[in-house]
């Protein structure tokens, strides 16, 4: 497996412009986080996916965020609008979920830029 | 207050040095303790895992959690230029499926 691949690598948008950042977890896996890093507030969780079902998206920080899974191979992070805080790394994670021995695997992350 | 806290550094060690990386936890239903390695520009990679209090030994790792002090170290030895990385504990509760990281450590290795 190529492990977890996210797109684009990199982003620069304007101010007020929508973005959407893509995912795509190892295949077999059931869970999928979104995580933003920044150098204040470090790595944040901003939702995390079951089954394709949002569990927890209690750190999504405003509705201008939004994310969905419509498969299990699948998902998406959308801001609109954009603004220059929402700059960051985001990465998306997937897991098995079960048991002592899982672990989170990382995508590359997308860095965003909003000018 | 944050669930979990880690100093940000960054360390600077020489090569060959012990390197001594902490968090501490406020949340005592955490039973699962990861710590990431992260290199530039790079996700995260988990480097070792333990579940409750103890230590556990990997090559020239050496993960130690305290849970009665809710404090967890990641020791290095013989430190290595390739060690230098940032360094993220993060920390689970029963159901493994939410993780909780640390703002992590940004340690530098010198030749």
């Known amino acids: 497996d190529a492990g977890v691949i996210q797109s684009p690598r990199h982003e620069v948008t304007e101010m007020g412009q929508e973005v959407t950042l893509r995912c795509k977890p190892i295949?077999?896996?059931?869970?999928l986080f979104w995580y933003r890093q920044t150098m204040m507030r470090g790595l944040e969780l901003l939702i995390y996916?079951?089954?394709?079902?949002?569990?927890?998206d209690s750190g999504m920080p405003e509705d201008r965020f939004s994310a969905k899974m419509p498969n299990a191979s699948f998902s998406n992070l959308k801001i609109q609008p954009s603004e220059p805080r929402d700059s960051a790394v985001y990465f998306c994670?997937?897991?098995?979920?079960?048991?002592?021995?899982?672990?989170?695997?990382f995508g590359q992350g997308t860095r965003l830029t909003v000018v | 207050q944050k669930e979990v806290e880690q100093d940000p550094g960054p360390l600077s060690v020489p090569e060959g040095a012990i390197v001594s990386l902490n968090c501490t936890y406020s949340?005592?239903?955490?039973?699962?303790f990861m710590w990431y390695r992260q290199y530039s520009r790079k996700g995260p990679e988990l480097l070792m895992y333990t579940y409750s209090s103890g230590n556990k030994e990997d090559g020239r790792f050496t993960a130690q959690v305290d849970k009665s002090s809710k404090y967890i170290s990641l020791f290095i030895r013989d430190s290595q230029p390739s060690d230098s990385a940032t360094y993220l504990c993060?920390?689970?509760?029963?159901?493994?499926?939410?993780?909780?990281f640390g703002s992590g450590t940004k340690l530098n290795v010198k030749p």
């Open positions: 996916f079951n089954n394709n079902v949002p569990i927890d």
């Open positions: 295949s077999g896996h059931d869970y």
């Open positions: 949340n005592s239903a955490f039973q699962y």
């Open positions: 993060a920390m689970s509760a029963y159901n493994f499926n939410k993780f909780y």
């Open positions: 994670a997937s897991s098995l979920g079960q048991g002592r021995d899982t672990e989170a695997f």
